[in-house]
Structure formats: C-alpha cells, structure tokens
C-alpha cells in the first residue's frame, strides 16, 4: 500500500489512487490549477497532489468538527501541536484521558480536540476515532500495542511538511453540499471536486458523521447539476450506480486497510467536463451487459 504524507490514518484513505487522479488531471489539462474535496477526512490525496505538483492549491473541508479540529490546528498552531506531540506518553491512562475529551468535544477548546482526534487516530484500530477500540486490547495482551502506530518524528516530520505549504492549503468547517455551492462560483475554470463521500454500505460504522441514503440523493442531485470538472468515488453498491445513471461509471482496485486488509472494487464516477484516459486501470461498466448476465443467471 502507498504511504500516505497525512499525520491521520484514515478508513477509505485515498492516497493510493494518486496516480489514477494525477492522470485525470493531466488529460484533462488541470495541473498546477486547483482541487477541492468536500469531504477530506485524511487528505491524504489532496497533500499528495499538492506535493507532487499537480495540482498548486487545495480547498479542504470537513464538517467533522474533530476532523476540522486537527487540520485547522496543525496549520495555524503547528509548534503547539508538535510540542503536546513530543510531551505525551503513549500509555493506556492517556488513552482514557483522550477518550474522555474526544467524547465530550461539544465542550472542548478546538486544540484540545485536535490533539485528541490525532492521538485516537494513531492509537485505535484502523485509525477510527471513536467506533473502534485501542490497538492492542484494553489489556495490551496482542501482538501489537497501542503506541505500533505512534512514530513522533515521523509524524511530526510530516505536519513540518504541511506547514511549509499552508499558504495554498484552504480550510473549511461546512457541510458538503454548502462547501460546493459556497466555492463553485468562487474558484477558478482550473478547478477540479474530488468528492468521496462516506461509503454506502459501512459508513455507520466508520465515520462520525455518515450518510443516510436520503443523504446520497442529495450530493447526488448537486453534482448532477455541478458545472465544474469533477469525479466521484465511492463503494460499488447498485443503489449509488443508480444514482448517477447519467453518467460514465468505472469500476478500479482499492486496497482497504479498516479490518482485515484486503482488495476491494470502487466506482469511479466522471461529470459530463472530465475525460477518462483509455489507458487508465478501470473497467467501464456496461449497464446492458450487466443487465443480459442477471437475466442469463435467473
């Protein structure tokens, strides 16, 4: 799996798509413009974009107020974070003590809640927040313990990485949906949404603030009408492809990393303004001929 440059482990993770978005962007002449995510959770695409020159500015937003907590904070108070960083100690107590203020956020001042989204992060299984438990067991009896994922210089080696680009870096606290109509009239022609939404089927379980499926209608009726170049991906789930039946759907390979890790099949979605290489490692689906194999099966 490709190493991410984001400080947070994050379930869905994009960063190993890199090269798929990058040969969007190049195809359909974008580079150096500027590339928005309505949901960044890890942004360990949108870094990896930025770093690589794809793109030369992006537009993060997350409306996860710990999400927002934790970008806004290692932007703005990068000493600060790294300081608590270097001080704390990996233990079971602090474990709790983070716990405690993540589950009372609502009451918490913003770095505070960054520093404990981070640590959960590091220390649960798969990077959940809150939906999951300490890696290693509440008594640490497994083969790994809860500070395996807690490398201090590493991590503060890429929040010093971040900061040095925090001038093209825009952060927003908005709903989805807000971030899109706030920004598409804003940003420039050279502008392309990567939109990667909770998953369908999981994302109860994964994320903090997840979807209902009068949820996806709604992203789905926006972009629909969005005017900008964008792509989508999400969870291969039938009800998503009917969604957005009106345009080109692709099927690739991603490497899921929440639980077991395996192999699993994501859509990639293409508005009307944005060109798919043909050489491209996706399988465009044939709506038609997937409906003669169901027929041919009954």
């Not at 001080?87 to 009451?107: A, F, G, P, S």
């Not at 890429?158 to 908005?174: A, E, M, Q, T, V």
């Not at 690739?252 to 395996?262: H, I, M, P, T, W």
């Amino acid at each position: 799996m490709a190493s991410t440059p984001s400080p947070l482990r994050y379930p869905g993770g994009k960063a190993n798509i890199v090269s798929m978005v990058s040969e969007i962007i190049k195809d359909n002449k974008l580079c150096r413009g500027h590339y928005a995510e309505p949901y960044a959770g890890g942004g360990g695409l949108a870094l990896s974009l930025l770093f690589k020159g794809h793109v030369h500015y992006i537009h993060l937003n997350d409306l996860d107020r710990s999400i927002w907590c934790f970008w806004n904070a290692i932007l703005k108070n990068t000493e600060e974070f790294i300081s608590r960083i270097e001080k704390v100690d990996i233990t079971l107590d602090e474990w709790y003590r983070q716990r405690k203020i993540q589950k009372d956020r609502d009451n918490q001042n913003n770095l505070d809640v960054a520093f404990s989204t981070f640590f959960l992060n590091r220390t649960n299984r798969s990077g959940v927040i809150l939906k999951a438990g300490v890696i290693g067991g509440l008594e640490q009896g497994g083969k790994y313990k809860l500070d395996c994922r807690f490398n201090k210089q590493g991590l503060i080696d890429k929040i010093l990485r971040i900061k040095k680009y925090k001038n093209r870096i825009n952060l927003y606290n908005l709903d989805a949906i807000d971030f899109i109509k706030a920004t598409r009239g804003e940003l420039p022609a050279k502008t392309l949404y990567c939109i990667d939404p909770p998953y369908f089927v999981k994302g109860s379980t994964l994320y903090t603030n997840y979807y209902n499926p009068e949820d996806h209608k709604k992203i789905a009726s926006l972009l629909n009408r969005l005017g900008k170049p964008w792509i989508l991906t999400y969870d291969d789930a039938p009800e998503i492809q009917e969604l957005y039946k009106s345009k080109r759907q692709y099927r690739f390979n991603l490497n899921y990393s929440a639980g077991v890790k395996r192999v699993g099949t994501e859509l990639l979605i293409a508005s009307n303004k944005v060109s798919i290489p043909h050489d491209l490692n996706v399988s465009k689906i044939s709506f038609q001929a997937e409906k003669d194999e169901i027929f041919r099966a009954m």
